[in-house]
T-cell receptor, first 114, second 112 residues
Framework: QQQVKQSPQSLIVQKGGISIINCAYE??????FPWYQQFPGKGPALLIA?????SEKKEGRFTISFNKSAKQFSLHIMDSQPGDSATYFC?????????????FGTGTLLAVQP | DAGVTQSPTHLIKTRGQQVTLRCSPK?????VSWYQQALGQGPQFIFQ???????QRGNFPDRFSGHQFPNYSSELNVNALLLGDSALYLC???????????FGPGTRLLVL
């Protein structure tokens, strides 16, 4: 029940295109869903996050769509740029639990071709 | 404002040895979590420290232990190293009552 499943494993998008990464979770107690971006040799950096009381959150070119009934959420990167090429991780957390530990997906390697 | 810092950046050890990794949290943060990230995988939660005590542990053996100091910095110790312990070890800090965890650059551990 602690799993977060992420797809696709890798993604190639043309510059200016839309990148879409999907995640699904099982534990309905999760109430915080962040997306992290990781470049080679670096630690993950928070990109955008959503709570389950809203269905969509947009920050610049990045949008999270959240479907509580389906237990799914996705990251959309609009106007994808070569600088967006990185590994993206979705995660989930239960803020009301003993800790705010993050359960991560397996990651999506995004390559944006110029 | 310095972010989360970790040392060393890289480390090579042999099987059976012991290792200590260090983390300084972001200014104003009092909670430190440690994660293990194997190559090509997402980070896995090891444990979290708050008020110098281990608050929760993930599915890791007792060979993994930690400590938090009064200045909120933290150490991760791994004893009797196995080849499978080779990974990127990440430290994340957060402030009590907030949801965001900020990650450091990690320590790359290679066990030969």
């Amino acid at each position: 029940q602690q799993q977060v499943k992420q797809s696709p494993q890798s993604l190639i998008v043309q510059k200016g295109g839309i990148s879409i990464i999907n995640c699904a979770y099982e534990n309905t107690a999760f109430d915080y869903f962040p997306w992290y971006q990781q470049f080679p040799g670096k630690g993950p950096a928070l990109l955008i996050a959503i709570r389950p009381d809203v269905s969509e959150k947009k920050e610049g070119r990045f949008t999270i769509s959240f479907n509580k009934s389906a237990k799914q959420f996705s990251l959309h990167i609009m106007d994808s740029q070569p600088g967006d090429s990185a590994t993206y991780f979705c995660a989930a957390s239960r803020l009301g639990g003993a800790t705010n530990k993050l359960i991560f997906g397996t990651g999506t390697l995004l390559a944006v071709q110029p | 404002d310095a972010g989360v810092t970790q040392s060393p950046t890289h480390l090579i050890k042999t099987r059976g040895q012991q290792v200590t990794l260090r983390c300084s949290p972001k200014s104003g943060h009092d909670t430190v979590s440690w994660y293990q990230q194997a190559l090509g995988q997402g980070p896995q939660f090891i444990f979290q420290y708050y008020e110098e005590e281990e608050r929760q542990r993930g599915n890791f053996p007792d060979r993994f232990s930690g400590h938090q100091f009064p200045n909120y910095s933290s150490e991760l110790n791994v004893n009797a190293l196995l080849l499978g312990d080779s990974a990127l070890y990440l430290c994340a800090s957060s402030a009590t009552g907030t949801e965001t965890q900020y990650f450091g650059p990690g320590t790359r551990l290679l066990v030969l």
